[in-house]
């Protein structure tokens, strides 16, 4: 349900102490059926808030276990972090921890492991000028990041680091989101607020965004998962966001180009601390050629009124195509993913009317199935 039908292509592994990482990834078998489902990237979170004491033997113990993986499962770690919002690190310490890691990467066999950081729990200014720091006094820890990083909680992605991003030639992932607290099959609140994160992640410059938990047995803060196994009951329990973002994951495809999209013509649209727009959308051409364009209504929660709003989209590129198709799917509390038939773009221009908490997506993909 997840990884194959959501075309997850990422699987980001906790490192816990060696028999524990191996019981929870290996053992049960995570590692070996995300693969089968189409998962081609692994990526190890060590770490956490704290730098160590010992950075030579921190950064020693992640090249360990990447080699302990490979010769003793057969599984390749293709992205390791350096650590897991480490809130608590300065651009010294990171910079140490790059120049470290990658050398005992590079000692141990592992020069194709690529690093991703800083991993950081909210995208904002502190972050982002620890960013602009390493990179300008730490010239040799800076071309060491092959992927700058983020997660997408109350400060999701902005322009600047996206432009960071861009400028830098480094890609940006976003590799946690999610919530805190029990969620439900009904909670269309959250489903609305992770739509919204995701489109406007995307639409700043986001290449791979990676959800915080899959799937577990654990019913505990199940915010934190897309479904979970309820042992008790013997039920699979199915989450709203779910269906949310299984639209979003399957509409924008693997090696989508994304284009920038601004509302009104001209306003930015932000998922951060005290601005927070009541609508979120991000346009894509995909691989195959199709297009997809997605506008998530966050009126009704955040504290903005509910109410329905017409979206307008313009793409310029596709204002010369006579009468363009677009099927219309839409998710909401009582839709899963429901194709309303189609609309057509004229000149590049294509409104849609979205609801109060709910998610729309405009495809040329053909045909469209909802698995």
Known sequence: MVFKDMNITTLRM???????????????????????????????????????TDMSAYVDDIARIINRLKTEAGFQVNVTGLANEPD???????????????????????????????????????????????????????????????????????????????TTNKDYWMTESSNNGLDSETNDNEATSLAGRFLNDMNHGVTNWVYFIAY?????????????????????????KYYYIKQLFTTFRKGATFRKVLANGSDEMNQTYKSKSPYNAAVAQNADGSWSLSVANGTGIQEFNPQPYKFTFDVPELAKRSNQKFTVLRTNLTKEIVNEGKITMKKGRISIVV?????????????????
């Open 14 to 52: 906790w490192k816990w102490h060696d028999e524990n990482f191996f019981m929870r990834y290996v053992n049960s078998k995570v590692i070996e059926f995300a693969k089968q489902a189409g998962v081609n990237t692994l990526l190890l979170a060590p770490g956490g808030k704290n730098p160590p």
């Open 88 to 166: 608590t690190w300065t651009s010294a310490d990171i910079a140490n921890g790059l120049v470290k890691l990658r050398n005992s990467l590079n000692n141990s066999g592992n020069q194709s492991v690529k690093i991703v950081a800083p991993e950081s729990s909210n995208c904002d200014d502190h972050w982002y000028d620890i960013l602009i720091d390493v990179k300008d006094k730490y010239p040799t820890a800076w071309k060491n990041v092959d992927y700058i990083a983020s997660h997408s909680y109350n400060m999701a992605a902005l322009e600047k680091w996206a432009q960071l991003s861009f």
């Open 216 to 240: 577990a047995s654990d019913t505990e803060d199940s915010m934190t998962k897309f479904i979970v196994y309820d042992i008790p009951t013997n039920k699979i329990i199915v989450f709203c």
């Open 355 to 371: 609801y109060p908490k709910e998610v729309v997506t405009l495809t040329t993909i053909p045909p469209f199935s909802k698995k």
